[in-house]
């Protein structure tokens, strides 16, 4: 019996190297809308930090409070600034998210054609050997009968 060989494996690897770079775009986006989050919530932080800070300061002069507003308007500023960014990340993730199912549905479909191959080929193996095993015990049966024959008439 021959090894087996699944004429599509040079096909299946390309598809699994396919799906490798879609998930590691996936992987990429998902970074960087994390960095886009991280940097949101430290100018939201820093206003809230700023806000509380200048609060506490007794006594609190005109400035000092214009000062915040101007640096919370900084702040809020920034923190929508990052809005139209965030909202292309999110919006790159889905289309990378479909992509990458796709890659790996195209991966999963010839690793399931490849799993029904070798099925059929351990099964054409296993009959293979199961006739061979039965040619060898009736060629041994013929061999003892044939010599047992022989003693009785010799």
Avoid at 74 to 88: D, G, I, V
Wanted: proline share 2%; aromatic share 6%; charged share 35%.
């Amino acid at each position: 019996m021959n090894a087996f060989h699944f004429p599509l494996e040079k096909v299946l690897e390309l598809r699994r190297q396919q799906l490798k770079v879609e998930e590691a775009q996936f992987r990429r986006h998902l970074r960087t809308l994390a960095d886009i989050d991280r940097r949101r919530a430290e100018y939201e932080a820093a206003g809230a930090a700023a806000e509380t800070q200048v609060r506490g300061w007794d006594p609190l002069f005109g400035r000092e409070l214009h000062a915040l507003g101007v640096f919370r308007l900084h702040t809020k500023q920034q923190e929508l600034s990052l809005a139209r960014p965030r909202a292309e990340c999110q919006q790159a993730i889905a289309g990378q998210q479909k992509a990458m199912l796709e890659a790996r549905r195209r991966v999963r479909l010839l690793e399931r054609m490849k799993e029904r191959r070798l099925a059929e080929w351990q099964a054409a193996a296993d009959r293979e050997i199961e006739q061979l095993a039965s040619e060898s015990y009736l060629a041994g049966w013929v061999r003892r009968a044939g010599k047992k024959a022989a003693d009785r008439t010799g």
